[in-house]
């Protein structure tokens, strides 16, 4: 199947699927005779697994590992765990962030009484 198709069915845009083939992520079946990518049901399952596992989080250098491990069925299981681990431990992180930064902003708009006046907490301490 050409690239179009290829991208409409695994629901990743054209330039996506050019950029992993060109990052070595997802590799073309071959040429058309007139030279367009063409990709098969191997690539496709790939690209589409590349999809979910990037609408996760996983980096490139992860979606590489994890791709690896797809296509090793004598893989460990313990080192997919691994991988999906320390993405786990990264959101985690992110969600203590947002609920630093939640509770920071949130005091500072109860402390300022938004009126009329210049004097505004917010400011100060963006300041």
């Known amino acids: 199947m050409n ?3 290829a991208a409409k069915l695994a629901d990743l845009p054209v330039k996506t ?4 083939a060109d990052i070595g992520l ?3 079946s071959g040429r058309s005779e007139s030279g367009y990518r063409v990709y098969d049901d191997a690539a496709l ?3 589409a697994f590349i999809r979910k ?5 996983f980096s490139i250098d992860e979606c590489r590992e994890l791709i690896g491990l797809y296509q090793d069925s004598a893989r460990s299981s313990a080192d997919v765990k ?3 681990g320390h993405r786990l431990e ?6 203590q962030e947002l609920a630093s930064l939640h509770h920071e902003l ?4 109860a402390s300022c009484r938004g009126d009329e006046r210049a004097d505004c907490p917010i400011i100060d301490f963006l300041g």
């Open 106 to 109: 949130s005091r500072l708009i």
């Open 53 to 57: 596992a990037r609408a996760i989080g």
């Open 26 to 28: 997802v590799v073309e």
């Open 3 to 5: 690239i179009s198709t």
């Open 17 to 20: 699927v050019r950029y992993y």
């Open 90 to 95: 990264q959101i985690e992180a992110k969600q």
């Open 82 to 84: 691994r991988i999906a």
């Open 45 to 47: 399952r790939k690209l």
